[in-house]
């Protein structure tokens, strides 16, 4: 009697989650399917080669990707140091969904001066993770990032679940690479 009662409290908690994802994928239907068809037209565009973005996934998540296009040339950022998932990495950001709507950026929740935005690559979302792993400081991109490697289906207050996210990124530097 006392395990089942234990249980009880367990389960509707179980349940209460799955109608809450029911209602918010009810809710923003639309949402889901407007930025569906944005990934769906830009890997299409990507895989043809008319889009100047390029597509990165990493082993360690291969259902994970992002897409990046880099505004500078290269080959003058190609030996500069590049992160490791562990090392600590300061950017600068902004952040818009695919209608532009600006949903935040390291100039009005900077910590570190100057705009900075310190992190460890890991210590992000997958999409913002694997691109970090495949900048060199110097590079200015912009990133558009999946929901599925984003916040996914998670409401995250001014982004709502299923948004496409739309980074403008410069690596500014590494100031503490790790092994």
Same mark, same amino acid.
């Not at 140091?81 to 695919?98: C, F, G, K, R, W």
């Given at each position: =009697?006392?395990?089942?009662?234990?249980?009880?409290?367990? =389960?509707?908690?179980?349940?209460?989650?799955?109608?809450?994802?029911?209602?918010?994928?009810?809710?923003?239907?639309?949402?889901?399917?407007?930025?569906?068809?944005?990934?769906t037209m830009?890997?299409?565009?990507?895989?043809?080669?008319?889009?100047?973005?390029?597509?990165?996934?990493?082993?360690?998540?291969?259902?994970?990707?992002?897409?990046?296009?880099?505004?500078?040339?290269?080959?003058?950022?190609?030996?500069?140091?590049?992160?490791?998932?562990?090392?600590?990495?300061?950017?600068?950001?902004?952040?818009?969904? $695919?209608?532009?709507?600006?949903?935040?950026d390291s100039?009005?929740?900077?910590?570190?001066?100057?705009?900075?935005?310190?992190?460890?690559?890991?210590?992000? $979302?997958?999409?913002?993770?694997?691109?970090?792993?495949?900048?060199?400081?110097?590079?200015?991109?912009?990133?558009?990032?999946?929901?599925?490697?984003?916040?996914?289906?998670?409401?995250?207050?001014?982004?709502?679940?299923?948004?496409?996210? $739309?980074?403008?990124?410069?690596?500014?530097?590494?100031?503490?690479?790790?092994?």
């Amino acid at each position: =009697m006392k395990k089942s009662l234990f249980f009880l409290p367990m =389960m509707a908690v179980v349940l209460s989650g799955c109608l809450g994802d029911e209602e918010v994928n009810k809710e923003y239907a639309d949402w889901k399917a407007q930025n569906d068809a944005y990934i769906t037209m830009l890997e299409s565009e990507v895989a043809a080669g008319r889009s100047e973005y390029t597509r990165l996934s990493a082993e360690w998540a291969p259902q994970n990707s992002v897409f990046v296009k880099w505004h500078n040339d290269r080959s003058l950022t190609a030996k500069n140091l590049s992160p490791l998932s562990t090392s600590t990495v300061d950017i600068t950001y902004a952040m818009e969904n $695919i209608e532009g709507t600006a949903l935040g950026d390291s100039f009005s929740t900077t910590t570190w001066g100057d705009s900075i935005y310190r992190s460890q690559p890991n210590k992000n $979302i997958a999409g913002m993770w694997i691109a970090m792993l495949n900048m060199h400081v110097g590079d200015s991109v912009t990133m558009i990032i999946p929901y599925p490697s984003g916040y996914d289906a998670r409401n995250m207050g001014t982004i709502k679940p299923y948004t496409n996210l $739309i980074y403008h990124v410069k690596m500014k530097g590494v100031p503490q690479y790790e092994y």
